[in-house]
């Protein structure tokens, strides 16, 4: 099976690259030089002589079990393994000789006499490494009797294990290689899997013995069955769909990490998604969610014809192309006509491509003439680039993901990455098991703080809505304390806002112990943790939206700067600050210009310079005044002035707080236009209905938290017959624009050529460089793994002053308790996609976390209703007792509709980017007998709202 699109060497070298001094051997007459460090099975892999292996491959350490690559070295005796035995200057190796070819055979001889031979049945015929070794050495027959095996009567031995929805383990074909047990644990870092017993009675166990892999600790990440030689750990796709027989290299469509992988099919059929070794996100890692969870692109639900109705209450009616855009652009006009070109306005998608979201907000500004763009990352990271470009200068965060390979310290503030970024979450797991410390902000105990062989690590259990005093406190000790970098801020920072800073953060209300009883973080911890930030050598700073969706969260950014600057933490391997994108493309969405007050670069639409390069480009005027955010949109609906709104792959009734305005702001409108794989919530307020495709169905690019562009590539043709940039285009044309892009490629081009930060991007750059991170121009020709490197962006970094400002929303009598929010590892955002897939069995329910004592006061038992009510209104989920949260705290998801969470937060949001305050609301719990009668109407109107009218016979 061969990449029929991109050449990149996939080979699988046996063992880790290393990065040594340089090394000269000999290897069956080549002469090779490879770094010290490296082992002979990779130095004469490299010079493309190949040994046979079964227990080793390059993405775990080298283990020497199967004795199936040993070689002859000379002046050395015996036959060492060539995986675990490292090169030496002058070294003399022979890979072939009589002697090893017949230690080979034999020990593969061995391996064939207990392992079934169906090999034109099994499911991993032409793609199993036992096969293809087995041939290697050149066996072709098994001299011994029959005996004891561990296939003829498999059920006796260990039945197949069929519990996880997307592979299987089959135990009579394991050869204990234990690549799956090291994978687990040196990929994943979970160490769900041991190999139990010893000898003929060894077998690879998920847990304890009782336990299947669906009730084990296995995370379903899929390392352990990309490690498998054999057919023993296979996904049931390969079963069910056979081997495929093409594959195409694109990007994963969930979180902000990034990830690269191979979709590999039989015709237009997906039959795996494996995680690309060369991906520089995720470097052959994967997740439950991009792994496995790709079946929604061809779920029942979804939506392939556009459909149109007059009004919310009638049915939809199924209708042409043509007769879809001829409906909305008439609308359209409509309203401009009666209501001013600025009733109307546009929701871009942080989860289509760079492309298609320039497209959308040029449509407003081109075509509507407005500036009325808002995106989703308004509800998530909008603060982020506030505040992040109030102290750097620029809107994203500072390093790659390899950086925390270097990292002594790391911070993790707001964040949960082994849900919500699970693969960085591997990734930092595994620095931490080498010894870097970790710090964890968080009002919920995450499960970071359990790793296994972690170091040092310090939990700082804050009440919610206290980062700023938090942060600030942790300053108060490093400067009080001198523990500042005073030649970096010499250098770096403007010396005299030092100075004021300085003197801000000295006073004695900002030290822990004044600090304690708001903030409910002991005193003692937080010192500890702020000397060992300051003094254990690179630090680095994750955050996530626990950080910015306060109504703080702005300035919950600058603190985490500051933080950074006082340290001398930017501008080198293994520090930084970085922001956690919550989804796929919100970094991208950022980059495009999806704010209604800046064009794409982060530039300010009232700069006439940078108008005129967008005036000059699109050939029409560019309004100089910033239009509306989402907010200012509903709330300017609910008044009467916002009529029609064009929603692309964003569901806001259920993503966007007090779903109770969400809806009536909706409702008010005229002409919602919502451009969506499925009937979405907010669908049940719209007028037209556009089908969207998935990214599996398109070209184009994203960009991940890291600022890196990858491509996506189409891997089959859209189901609805466009990609999302063509529906786009002909709504645009429709409405009078002459677009003729006919591929994504141009619209890169004319991106590149009016943003300066993407000047040199193309796809022809991007295919031959696997991926860039902008900036990527003159200046930095191969892109900026690494900003800030010899000065920030806006010239000297600012430190700012970061005043504390308790949320406006209170604990009190009737809403004692504060709610915070966020997700689980299986589900994903708003739950559309990963919920029309297999892995609602790990999380079918949203679920209320309970402290025991507040659930003890209030009668609560595990698993009971309750009605969760706040200020803005109530819904009811069940119950689940844990001390993850603290005492007062209470936390849920926010993935499935019904439940609605949102309908209980509020309107309260950041002062400078109205982020919605997701992270703080007052609520009270108490038992319930079900669903509210919130839910009940709720419920029966999205059922009324979703009706289709049958097509005419």
């Known amino acids: 099976m061969k990449d029929i699109i991109i050449p990149w060497d996939d080979t699988d070298y046996g063992t880790p690259k290393q990065n040594g001094a340089p090394v000269s051997l000999t290897i069956d007459g080549h002469d090779i030089t490879v770094p010290s460090g490296t082992s002979v099975m990779r130095a004469a892999m490299q010079a493309g002589l190949k040994i046979p292996k079964l227990c080793a491959t390059d993405s775990v350490e080298a283990f020497g079990s199967c004795r199936l690559c040993v070689v002859e070295i000379e002046g050395r005796r015996g036959t060492p393994a060539s995986c675990t035995t490292p090169v030496a200057d002058g070294m003399i190796v022979r890979t072939q000789s009589e002697k090893v070819q017949k230690l080979r055979k034999g020990v593969m001889e061995l ?47 260990r039945p197949v294990d069929d519990s996880n929805p997307y592979f299987t383990y089959d135990p009579s074909k394991c050869i204990v290689c234990s690549r799956c047990v090291r994978a687990c644990e040196e990929v994943q870092g979970t160490f769900a899997l041991t190999i139990e017993g010893r000898g003929f009675e060894s077998r690879v166990c998920a847990g304890d013995t009782l336990d299947d892999f669906l009730s084990s600790d296995c995370v379903s990440c899929g390392a352990c069955v990309q490690a498998c030689p054999t057919a023993t750990l296979q996904e049931k796709s390969v079963r069910d769909l056979g081997t495929p027989t093409r594959s195409v290299i694109t990007t994963c469509a969930y979180c902000g990490v990034g990830c690269s992988f191979k979709a590999e099919l039989n015709g237009d059929t997906v039959v795996r998604m494996t995680p690309h070794k060369q991906g520089r996100a995720n470097r052959g890692h994967s997740c439950v969610k991009g792994r496995f969870a790709y079946g929604y692109a061809t779920h029942p639900d979804r939506i392939l014809k556009p459909m149109i109705r007059e009004s919310i209450d009638q049915p939809w009616r199924e209708v042409s192309w043509d007769e879809a855009f001829g409906f909305a652009a008439a609308r359209i006009a409509g309203i401009q006509n009666a209501h001013g070109k600025n009733a109307v306005g546009v929701i871009t998608s942080s989860r289509c491509t760079n492309e298609e979201t320039y497209l959308v907000q040029k449509l407003t500004r081109a075509v509507f003439g407005n500036n009325n763009t808002d995106t989703c990352a308004r509800v998530c990271h909008s603060p982020t680039g506030y505040g992040l470009g109030q102290a750097f200068g620029t809107s994203a965060g500072t390093q790659d993901f390899d950086s925390v390979e270097h990292t002594d310290v790391a911070i993790v503030i707001g964040a949960n990455p082994t849900d919500g970024h699970p693969v960085f979450a591997s990734r930092l797991r595994k620095r931490l098991r080498q010894g870097a410390k970790l710090i964890v902000v968080d009002p919920r105990r995450i499960d970071l703080l359990a790793t296994p062989h972690m170091g040092e690590g310090h939990h700082l259990p804050l009440r919610p809505g206290t980062n700023v005093a938090v942060i600030t406190a942790l300053a108060h000790v490093i400067v009080t304390e001198d523990l500042f970098d005073a030649d970096f801020i010499r250098t770096r920072c403007d010396w005299d806002e030092f100075e004021l800073y300085r ?33 254990g050598g690179n630090g680095a700073i994750y955050y996530g939206l626990g950080v910015t969706e306060h109504s703080q969260g702005s300035t919950t950014v600058m603190a985490i700067a500051n933080l950074a600057m006082l340290t001398g933490n930017i501008g080198r391997k293994g520090v930084g600050v970085n922001p956690l994108r919550g989804q796929n493309n919100v970094q991208g969405a950022c980059d495009m210009g999806s704010f209604p007050h800046e064009l794409p670069g982060y530039r300010h639409v009232k700069d006439p310079d940078t108008r005129a390069i967008y005036e000059q480009a699109w050939g029409v005027e560019i309004n100089p005044e910033p239009g509306l955010r989402i907010p200012n949109m509903l709330d300017a609906a609910v008044a009467g002035r916002f009529k029609a709104l064009y929603i692309q792959g964003e569901d806001i009734l259920q993503s966007d707080p007090d779903t109770k305005h969400v809806a009536a702001g909706l409702a008010a409108m005229e002409c919602v236009i919502v451009h969506d794989l499925f009937l979405n919530e907010t669908a049940n307020y719209a007028h037209v209905f556009l089908p969207g495709s998935t990214f599996l169905e398109k070209d184009g690019t994203f960009t991940n938290a890291e600022r ?180 007062g705290v209470v936390y849920t998801t926010f993935h499935h509709p019904a439940t609605q969470a949102n309908v209980v937060t509020t309107d309260h949001s950041d002062w400078a980017t109205n982020c919605p305050e997701y992270k703080v609301t007052a609520v009270q719990v108490a038992l319930s007998n079900g669903p509210t009668d919130w839910q009940d109407s709720y419920h029966a109107h999205a059922m009324q709202a979703r009706r289709i009218s049958d097509p005419p016979q």
Request: with cysteine; proline share 5%; aromatic share 8%.
């Open 111 to 157: 391996y064939i006499s207990d392992h079934p031979l169906d090999c034109l049945t099994c499911s991993a015929n032409g793609d199993c490494e036992l096969q293809d070794m087995a041939g290697m050495v050149g066996l072709r027959d098994v001299r011994y009797a029959k005996g004891a095996n561990h296939f003829e009567d498999a059920q006796d031995w």
């Open 503 to 535: 003197d801000f953060v000295s006073h004695p209300r900002h030290s822990p112990e004044a600090t304690a009883l708001l903030t409910g973080v002991h005193a003692g911890a937080l010192r500890t943790a702020a000397r060992a930030f300051a003094t």
């Open 708 to 887: 890196r562009i990858n491509r996506v590539r189409r891997v089959m043709a859209p189901k609805n017959g466009y990609a999302d940039w063509e529906v786009t285009q002909r709504l645009a044309n429709a409405c009078g624009a002459h677009w003729a892009y006919t591929h994504p490629s141009e619209i890169m081009a004319e991106i590149a050529a009016t943003t300066p930060t993407f000047a040199g991007v193309t796809y022809e750059m991007l295919d031959a460089k696997n991926s860039v991170q902008w900036p990527c121009n003159d200046a930095f020709p191969d892109g900026a793994p690494i900003m800030h490197v010899d000065g920030f962006v806006r010239g000297k970094g600012r430190l700012i002053i970061t005043e504390y400002v308790a949320t406006d929303e209170k604990t009190g009598p009737r809403f004692p308790l504060l709610l915070t929010t966020g997700r689980i590892l299986s589900q994903y955002n708003v739950g559309a996609q990963t919920r029309r897939t297999a892995n609602t069995i790990w999380h079918d329910e949203d679920v209320l976390e309970i402290h025991p004592h507040d659930a003890e006061t209030r009668g609560i038992n595990e698993g009971d209703h309750v009605r969760l009510a706040s200020r803005a209104g109530e819904t009811s989920l069940r119950a689940t007792l844990t001390d993850r949260v603290s005492p």
